[in-house]
């Protein structure tokens, strides 16, 4: 099984600041990867996918990039309604896939 | 507009059985790939299992293997799984989620299952 580690678990940040998030898979996902975003009592809403395509109607200050193991999400300009949980998802054998264990974003 | 709409969670004693619903509107089943995935706070989201289109290949998650069915009925917009020999460690909040375009881009609002005696 791939194994999916998220960094940091915490990030704390300010409204307008720039928040980078990382994700790394224990052998490669090729670009297999995507992003998602969950707040409290709310289902995971897909980001991005292919590592680096936004989903429909996500917003352009969200962004993906990486192939291989080591993946990164950005927040150029962190808004109030960004403060969530994030997790990484990695579907190189699909449909099975595996979740990262999530990065909170928080004031 | 995509939604999917759950329901069949609750409580359910270790051992027992339960079926979980998905209902979709906004899009039309027959085309698109369905899959189950839980989320427990101690493995957290978890891939469970996978359906054709068809209904024809289906995928499990090992923990799942062997006490599980996923279902579908095209003509209801409606897909299903079928739980059994529930244990301690399947508690957790079910979605449904779907593939129109890529990864797992709509998902149902979750339903809870705990299994406690």
């Known amino acids: 099984e791939i194994v999916m580690t998220q960094s940091p678990v915490t990030l704390s940040v300010s409204p307008g600041e720039r928040a980078t998030l990382s994700c790394t898979a224990s052998q490669s996902v090729s670009s297999n990867l995507a992003w998602y975003q969950q707040k409290p009592g709310q289902p995971p809403r897909l980001l991005i996918y292919?590592?680096?395509t936004r989903a429909p109607n996500i917003p352009a200050r969200f962004s993906g990039s990486g192939s291989g193991t080591e993946f990164t999400l950005t927040i150029s300009s962190l808004q109030s309604e960004d403060f969530a949980v994030y997790y990484c998802?990695?579907?190189?054998?699909?449909?099975?896939?595996?979740f990262g264990p999530g990065t909170k974003v928080d004031l | 507009e995509v939604q999917m709409e759950q329901s069949g969670g609750g409580l359910i004693q270790p051992g027992g059985s339960l079926r979980l619903s998905c209902e979709v509107s906004g899009f039309t089943l027959s085309g698109y790939e369905m899959h189950w995935v839980r989320q427990t706070p101690v493995k957290g989201l978890e891939w469970l299992s996978s359906i054709s289109s068809t209904g024809k290949t289906i995928y499990y998650a090992d923990s799942l293997k062997g006490r599980s069915t996923f279902s579908r009925d095209n003509a209801k917009s409606s897909v299903f799984l079928q739980m059994h020999s529930l244990r301690d460690e399947d508690t957790g909040i079910y979605y449904c989620a779907t593939t129109i375009i890529d990864a797992f881009d709509f998902w149902g609002q979750g339903t809870t299952v705990t299994v406690s005696s």
């Open positions: 292919g590592a680096s």
């Open positions: 998802h990695q579907y190189f054998n699909w449909p099975r896939g595996t």
